[in-house]
């Protein structure tokens, strides 16, 4: 199986800034694409940003010029930097991780989720 752990939220002003990581660690052959989603109360859950290999990165509207996701793929981590950080981007961030294991079966994973707080 695949554990995804993940860092770096917290409380911040608006203007900040926040920089998520995301490591993969497990039974993987390769990974296909990782990326983040965010929930925020009352609200759906959504699509932040994604990045396939070799295929083209997805940003939500919403955070497009502010957040950057990049991947270091020695590490199998995922980041996210989140800059101009606004109070509508409070949620909890959950990272995503489509994998391909040693025994050629594909599954997708979840991290636990971490809190961004963004005061105004």
């Known amino acids: 199986q695949v554990q995804l752990v993940e860092s770096g939220g917290g409380l911040v002003q608006a203007g900040g800034s926040l920089r998520l990581s995301c490591a993969a660690s497990?039974?993987?052959?390769?990974?296909?694409?990782m990326g983040w989603y965010r929930h925020a109360p009352g609200k759906q859950r959504e699509l932040v940003a994604v990045?396939?290999?070799?295929?083209?990165?997805n940003y939500d509207d919403s955070v497009k010029g502010r957040f950057t996701i990049s991947r270091d793929s020695a590490k199998n981590t995922a980041y996210l930097q989140m800059n101009s950080l606004k109070p509508e981007d409070t949620a909890v961030y959950y990272c995503?991780?489509?994998?391909?294991?040693?025994?050629?079966?594909?599954?997708?994973?979840w991290g636990k989720g971490t809190q961004v707080t963004v005061s105004s």
């Open positions: 497990g039974s993987i052959r390769s990974i296909n694409a």
């Open positions: 990045m396939p290999s070799g295929g083209s990165t």
């Open positions: 995503y991780a489509d994998i391909t294991h040693w025994a050629f079966s594909r599954t997708n994973y």
